[in-house]
Structures are given as structure tokens and as C-alpha cells.
């Protein structure tokens, strides 16, 4: 199942984000890094959205008090106007991922969608290469069937 294979590998590196790690030779702060980039990216947060920040039994030592989300949530609002360097408000909004401000909706959807968008488009592309290479035999036994 696509959702398993995708779903699970983010929930579980989610669940390794640490926002206060500065050290950039750690793991964890490749995590972060990776978070917030995607998020940035993608315009998104969370695995299945900005609740997945504040989910129990996660501590994921963030670096200002009353912030509930990492900065990639946090760089754009929906009518473009770039908060990367002001985004403490965002970062402490208790907004849910049906937010008309933010975007806090889930990246899984995204991830999903762009893999669904595109996959006529691979299929297509497989199907092409196959029948060149089946041509191309088809015309390689014609030669040798020619050669006396």
C-alpha cells in the first residue's frame, strides 16, 4: 500500500525533529534542516497536518517558549506574504490545518498527489521504451535474416 510506504518513513523521521539543535555535524540537525525545507517547499506542515507538532509523548525541544511547530510551517502565509523573518506568531498559532492564514495542512497529501499526478506520465514513458526496444529487436532480426 502506497500509504504505508510513505506515510510511515515521515511519521518516524517527524518524530526525530529536534527544533533547538544547532550543531549542523548531528543527524538531528539534518533532520530539522529536512523538515524545513519540505515544509517550505511543499507549503505545508506535519505529516498529516500542524497537529502532528503537537501530538503527546513527542518533545521536540523547541527553542522559544509557546512555539508549537517548526519555522518551514512558517515562511509564507496563503496571500504570499513572505513571515520568514517574523513568523513568531505563526510559530505559536494555535490554528488547525484548516487554517485560512497558514499552511498547516499535511504533507502526505502533497507527497501523494504529486506521486499520482505523474504516474500516467511514468507508465507512459515505460510503455514507449518497451516498444522502441521491442522495434529495435524486431529490426535487429530483420538484418540478420538479410546477411548471407
Known sequence: RPGKTIKDPL???LSKYKDDVTDNTTPEFAYKAAWNEVQKEL???GVDGV?????????????????????GCCMLKRDGTDISTDNLACRKSGEGADSQVYYFNGCYTIIKDEIE???????????????????????SFAMCTMVK
Not at 502532528?52 to 509523548?57: A, K, Q, R, Y
Open 51 to 71: 497537529k502532528d507538532w503537537t501530538l503527546s509523548g513527542t518533545d521536540f525541544h523547541w527553542d522559544t517558549v509557546g512555539v508549537n511547530k517548526p519555522e
Open 117 to 139: 499526478e505523474n504516474q500516467n506520465l511514468v507508465v507512459g514513458v515505460a510503455i514507449g521504451v518497451v516498444a522502441v526496444m521491442f522495434l529495435n529487436m524486431m529490426f
Open 43 to 45: 507549503k505545508c506542515c
Open 11 to 13: 511519521k518516524s523521521a
